[in-house]
């Protein structure tokens, strides 16, 4: 593969930041946003498509990387790891960025519906799904975190099926509004029109995530005035309701903001920042203790929004803090990758036999038993150094362990993985499977994610030219095939020197994960050092890191700044949605200096919601 | 049965045909034929339909396609290059056997159909990934995303068709698609509307009906009088829009453009189907995880209708896409059950076609694939346009979706073609076979269509690289490398 090869960055966090949360510094509103899908931005670090120029001798262009995020647009100046986390006054200097319109994500999307149909979920407590509720809704194919959503509208399938599904919705709703509301008494007659208004404020302020303003509320009373002879009050009722749930206001999160003393810069509204908080943490609209504070006016300061994110993360709705892992990680990757491990051939039994859903769902369990312990401290180190393993009848055997119940009901338990084998989700079956093909590593892949993903290198893939295929490798290890295929050619080392050291550590998990120590009867030798552009060791934390395998690998890359700043960044594209920007250096810094003491993720994401990043918007 | 699936009737595999029309063969279905016709809305005038069955990778028609008389034997292996064109000059011939695959075509279309092999459809070496390669069938340029092959890398064939004979009609296509995943990642792979521009097909018969048919038998959105209650809840949003759109500036005021332009969309073609009596019945609840056999009949039962009744001009059918022969076993019940695949246990290995053992099986799948498309072509046969029938500009093609070589031997690509003398495309019964020099592509097919359906082909099969400096070389072009051109032998 030929890969474009930028700027080679270093870990760098330096200088102080002045900004606090209830001000904008003076920031000037940013012009108009670019709208190309090519233009460059942030780490070039993630996407699947690379979209700028190419270099083929590995040359670095010096000028920061072009989007790695697969389609979703910059909205600011793009800034280098090695910026990024510094808050100096060329970043208090840039302008803010634009109001933005962007679309709910489908669990959000499923939540919220819920919601306003069973109404909106006490404090700490989990929205229940709709029984039988097909999403319409689906993430969009370029972006790297379904949370990146900005770049999509509607599509038509899209907004075929929910246009199908808030008919059904509306007329659930009305049924329910027969128990408890005032459409028990006040369907008919004089009061009709009063009681309509009473419930789309009451449903259309879960939908909108904020109050109606009464000249909205007169327009879908109208709406159920316009039908109320053809169709009768619960028709008329439930005309208003799937004109909310189809209504732009719902299906898009508006960024508008209030004005502040600085011209062009608007703040998020209190009801504004409470979704913007529920949804990143929670994936679904706000809770009753959440509305209140928005409602008594209690958002404005970084200490009233941390004590929310704190509270909302330490539940068991914070399902959306908890799939920033499962996401970064790439745990559910493995579902687009046909595995010949799934297959249940003939005279095999069914009952136990591996298939990739038990290998998510045992990354799933694992993910949620670190958030439930690591989430105020040692988050990050932990990731990539536990040796808890989760595993069941069907997956017991990738891990190297045993005595599970041996019944596909029962839920992954949780053990300890061998000495030595394991350290983090670097070394999980469902990435290790998911970054494989069907039944052969993929060290590309792999190399492809540690660079991107874990790193943050400046590397993005852009189409090949030429590459030739490996051959027969039935005899070779795949670090013979490698070094067969890549040396005939220097423009080919160029980037197998870079990918293959980083892809070939986890040769000792097969393609579905298992645990190996021999490959094509010959011992597998997965020691290597970190390589970056131009033949160049990888500067990690000011030196190179040389390993002996991925277990030494991980976990020598979790004590280091690099991949910390690098998971921050991650981060930060989750939780706002979006790319960093140069903007964003101070708020990145608030964050991770707010992380740093105890390795808090709480205290990250708390931080990063009460940030000029998270709160400010131009018009 | 939840709340999303109110309609309660549900459809066996075989009765679902019948209950939908299209079984019940040409003389019932005229008269209703001619009236939806004529209601449809934009359809007064001819009418063009193109077609494209494709079975998944590793159900390749190869084996089981070369008429007795002119048999060959396959020599080509997996991992490698194209290998097997080793005659000089063209075969052509009216004169042959029709294989068993492809009997139910022989009654009514022997004179309709071309049997055409020997050309190239084979991503760029070096990037074969498997399952998931294939998916370029439409293309013809590979993926913009070589790791995970998740991204389209331009237009497909049958999309270039919809923009022009599609526009007039309400659907500008209807895609279907069966899969044993039904997750996002695996459900959307192989249409496109250009370059990372995956349009995802319907998988589930009872989605499909409420998308094809949303004023029929009332699902729910339709009260007594169901166009005030539409006509409400549009001219509601566009002030809901119209709202919104004050407080934004671009790029953001261009998503509000787009949902604006969807709502409309669908608004108009809620008023074009609410004209039509082609009633498809009674919603099923037959969804993607019914049987796949089921599944597969009433997907494309339903999209025939919409064909038929003038819903859309093009079809697009996938069977197992991104699937490839892990589908094989979900289909035992149409796929001979006692024929094991190579490694003598199992389907599963049905895909991995480097033994003719799996003939039977294949023979039985496109069999049964040729059975659907006759279905569909007796129920076109049956609507007048003009001095003939809808079928006399209709095009249906049938082949594997896949070209890469961990599933496919990239010997002689094989389809078929079938259906009326489309601006001169010459459907005639013959057999042909392209020679090694010039090799063809499957995108010279598709440019012989284009020129049949009229449709300027542009920049189609051009790929990423838009005819840069690798297009055409065959170690490491684009999908099948350069196209040549269009085919005299069919247009």
Redesign the interface.
Known sequence: MRFLLITSCLALAAGACTSTVESNNGRKPSGPASTSPTASSGMGGTGNVGTGATTSTGATTGTGATTGSGGVPPIGTPVTLVDAFKCDSAAAAEPTPPRRLWRVTPSEYANTVAAALNGRPSANAAVPPVAGFVNPLVSPGSARYTTESGVVSVSGPEFSGTFTSSAELADQMVAKAKNGTCWATDSAGAKFATCVGTLVQDKGSILFRRPLAADEVTHYVDQANQVLAELGPDGALSVAFQSLLLAPQFVFKPEIGAATATPSVYRLTPFEVASMLSYAVTSAPADADLWAAATQGALSSADQIKTQVTRLMAGPQASSARNFVTEYFKLRTIRGVAKAADMVLAGESPVCHYNKERAIAGAEALVGDIYNSNSTSGFISTLFTTNVAYADCATEKLWGLSGTPQNDAAPPTRMTAPVGERAGFLTNPALMGGLAARDVTKPIKRGLFMNMDVLCTALTQVVPDGVPPLGDISALTMREALAAHAAPNASCKVCHDMLDPAGLAFEKYDDIGTYRTMDKGKPIDAAGTLRDVGLADLDVDGQKLSFTDAVDLSNKLASTGRVEQCVMLNGFRYFLGRREVKYDQCSLKQAQDAYKPAGSYVDFVATLASSDSFLNRSF | M?????RSVSFSRRSFVEKLGLGMGAALMAPLARNLIREAQGQTSDRKIAMFWFACNGINPYWVFTPKEFAEPLNGVN?QEPSDVSNSSLIESATYTLPEAFKPLEASYRNNLLMMEGFKNYP????????GAGCMALTCV?S?????Q??PGGIGFDQLLANSIGASAPRKSVLIAISS?I????K?HMFAAGA?Q???A?QSPA?LF??LF?NMPA???M???PS??NR??FD??R???A??DK??????K???A??LG??E??EKRLQSASNLSCNGGTSPTLTQTGDPVDVMVALNSLASIAVVCGLTNVMGVDIGC???H?FG?NLQSILRASV?GKDG??L?DVGHQDAPVNGPVITDTYAWISGMVAKTLDSLKAIPQGNGTVFDSTVAMITSDNGETHHSIQARWPLVLVGGKVGGLKLDGRYLRYPADPRHSLADVYLSMAQGFGVPAGDFAKG??GGG??YG?P??GEVGGAPIGPLPQLV
């Open positions: 939840n709340s999303f699936s109110r991992q760029r070496k070096g990037e074969d990934v498997g399952h590979p913009t995303d070589l790791v995970n998740s991204q995943k997750d996002q990642v695996m959307n990372n995956l349009i995802p319907f989605d409420k998308d949303p699902p729910v959105m009260g007594t009088t005030s209650r409400v809840i509601g949003l002030y809901d829009i709202r919104l407080q934004f500036a671009a790029p953001e261009d998503k509000l787009t949902y969807i709502v969309e669908y991104r699937d490839s892990d076993p094991k246990t199992s599963a990423s690289d400096a690798n070389n170690n490491n």
